[in-house]
């Protein structure tokens, strides 16, 4: 048997001490024929107690639970998000947005985090269960407006990611913590991209998802005044951005997950979490216990029922034998 208390072990005993010890001397001066009922509060008090200590039998290998579980999305927001070759013409960041919003699906009860970038890296949304803060973020991000860009780097969320995830593990090093990068993988920028190397060891999986086509799509400039006009390149021709794959692949490589290229055919893979791998996996060893805590916990519940029953009683007889004084 296993214990994960809801608080520490020693301030439960203080607790349960003084709340046995107070029941004992109820009972004690209570009248024989009403001991029964602190008997049944002497067992409620102690079935509390074990279900706050949340015991668990037997053992169970688990990719690990949801509930303890930190996503971090990385999304390339520089022009190039705006590049309408998904589903045939629409945006890339169309197919982010709901990519983003079915893995959330998969990831249910997790703690969310939106890490996006263009020429700089934003913390867009802090971690959080809130799916529809998530999504409400994801439609509030727009592409880069061409007047702002100053070259798009595919590494410009690197160091960032890499300090959200040490924070995370500072607050809970016991957590698994899961990347997904969400881009196209074209630069633009004239500087060596920064790589996602040091963020490997410190999680327990990921995947880089690809979006875009080799033959490419035209961009509308996000500017409000820019009339949604597409972006021109040098030559004042209408600017066509690519995928690069090569590009994505090596920050799959860096971070240690699978590439996927994504269309509007198919679904996003959900990662697969290796426990063993990265910081503090090896506290968790990837197995989990069946919680019997619940067992406890209807105990009780069940033993409030009878109180409420007995509350009733006393006041219909304090009713009645009002009615006859009168």
């Known amino acids: 048997m296993t214990l994960n208390p809801l608080v520490h072990p020693l301030l439960l005993l203080l607790i349960g001490s003084g709340l046995v010890a107070l029941v004992l001397v109820a009972m004690r001066a209570a009248p024989k024929d009403g001991r029964g009922m602190w008997l049944g509060r002497l067992l409620l008090v102690c079935a509390v107690l074990i279900a706050a200590l949340r015991p668990g039998v037997g053992s169970v290998a688990t990719n690990a639970a949801n509930t303890e579980l930190d996503v971090v999305f990385v ?12 589903n045939g013409s629409e ?104 790589r996602y190397r040091g963020s490997a060891d410190l999680i327990q999986g990921g995947k880089v998802f690809g979006y875009g086509t080799e033959r490419g799509g035209r961009m509308r400039d996000s500017d409000p005044y820019s009339g949604g006009e597409y972006i021109r ?32 055919d198919s679904e996003p893979e959900a990662a697969d979490i290796d426990p063993a791998r990265g910081e503090g996996a090896t506290q968790r060893g990837g197995v989990t216990t069946f919680p019997i805590y619940w067992v406890f916990a209807l105990v009780a519940a069940g033993w409030m029922l009878v109180e409420c029953g007995w509350l009733v009683r006393q006041q219909r007889e304090l009713a009645a034998a009002k009615v006859v004084s009168e």
């Not at 999304?75 to 998904?86: I, K, P």
């Open 75 to 86: 999304v390339d927001l520089s022009g190039s998000a705006g590049a309408e070759d998904w």
């Open 91 to 194: 945006p890339r960041l169309t197919g982010m947005r709901s990519d983003i919003e079915q893995l959330a699906l998969r990831h249910a009860g997790a703690r969310f985090a939106l890490i996006t970038f263009d020429s700089e890296a934003q913390y867009r949304l802090p971690f959080t269960t809130d799916t529809t803060a998530l999504a409400k973020a994801m439609q509030l991000a727009q592409p880069q407006p061409s007047g702002r860009s100053h070259g798009s780097s595919i590494g410009a969320g690197a160091e960032l990611l890499q300090e959200v995830l040490n924070n995370a593990i500072d607050y809970n090093p016991e957590r698994m913590r899961v990347v997904y990068y969400l881009g196209d993988g074209e630069i633009t920028s004239d500087t060596t991209p920064e």
């Open 233 to 264: 390149d040098r030559s004042d021709q209408e600017g066509i951005s690519t995928i690069d794959e090569a590009n994505l692949q090596d920050i799959a490589d860096d971070l240690g997950v699978e590439y996927q290229l994504r269309d509007a």
